[in-house]
């Protein structure tokens, strides 16, 4: 019990730190990321690359501090009631784009009728980082991510996101939501731990199964609601 305690003050002084850290770096970021840019127009060769560099390397903090500050903002302030096929038309933008660039097949299907209570835009997002994992984790041109919702009992919605991609061990599985466990060349390690956090606040659960070498199961069970019309 003590040390149960224990953990959850530390996680709760952890985001409220990395919720003002990731604030008060924001701004300052922005002015060195519009002096870059201003640069970058007045340059070549050489110092053009370095700049083109410092850009991008800004990014990634800017991803990060983006990650971060999800994390640290857990509040819940839009909470609406949503078919889930809605949902899945508005949030596929991005994860379409990413399918494409990397020319992985992406299959989506939901039944009609599934109703939740959710705020949108965290539920997209803590969906569209799942997605994204698995296209990551897909090989170009074979791959195929199949991202489906249907009923799973009478109190439950089920999304199974599946992945034929490269899969992972049970060491791996465990790491699953650590905080900066990344295996990306450009990852932050923070967008599972974002998308736990954020399904645990609806009363939802999630579960991994995967397979080294032949692909990964993410599957989300959420409490439905009867939309009454
Ligand atoms: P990031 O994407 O920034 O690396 P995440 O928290 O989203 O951070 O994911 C952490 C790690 O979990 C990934 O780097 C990857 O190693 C592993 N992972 C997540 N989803 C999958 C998947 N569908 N298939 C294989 N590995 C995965
Ligand atoms: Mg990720």
């Known amino acids: 019990m003590q040390e149960h305690l224990l953990h959850t003050e530390k996680l709760s002084l952890a985001s409220h730190l990395a919720s003002s850290v990731a604030h008060e770096l924001r701004t300052p970021l922005t002015v060195i990321k519009g ?12 110092t053009k690359a370095y700049l083109e560099n410092a850009k991008s390397e800004l990014n990634r903090v800017e991803y990060t501090l983006s990650d971060f500050l999800n994390y640290a903002k857990p509040q819940l302030e839009h909470i609406e009631d949503f078919a889930i096929s809605d949902m ?3 949030m596929m933008e991005p994860i379409y784009q ?3 660039m990397k020319d992985v097949r992406l299959e ?7 109703w939740i209570r959710v705020d949108r835009l965290k539920f997209v997002q803590a969906i569209t980082n799942i997605a994204k994992n698995a296209i990551e ?6 791959g195929t991510v199949s991202i489906q919702a249907f009923k799973g009992s009478d109190s439950d919605v089920c999304i199974k ?13 465990d790491k699953l939501g650590t905080p900066f466990y990344s295996t990306q060349n450009n990852g932050t390690g923070l967008g599972l731990m974002v998308s736990f956090k954020i399904i645990k606040a609806f009363n939802g659960k999630i579960e991994y199964k995967s397979k080294k070498g032949k692909g990964t199961e993410a599957l989300i069970w959420l409490p439905s ?3 009454v019309s």
């Not at 996101?161 to 599985?173: A, P, Q, V």
């Open 108 to 114: 989506i299907h939901s039944d009609d009728d599934l």
């Open 88 to 90: 899945f038309n508005q």
């Open 98 to 100: 990413l399918s494409q």
């Open 35 to 46: 002096f870059i840019q201003l640069s970058l127009k007045n340059s070549e060769g050489k």
């Open 225 to 227: 609601i009867n939309q």
């Open 161 to 173: 996101i599946i992945d034929n991609g490269c899969g992972m061990s049970e060491d791996e599985l």
């Open 137 to 142: 984790a897909s090989n170009s041109h074979s």
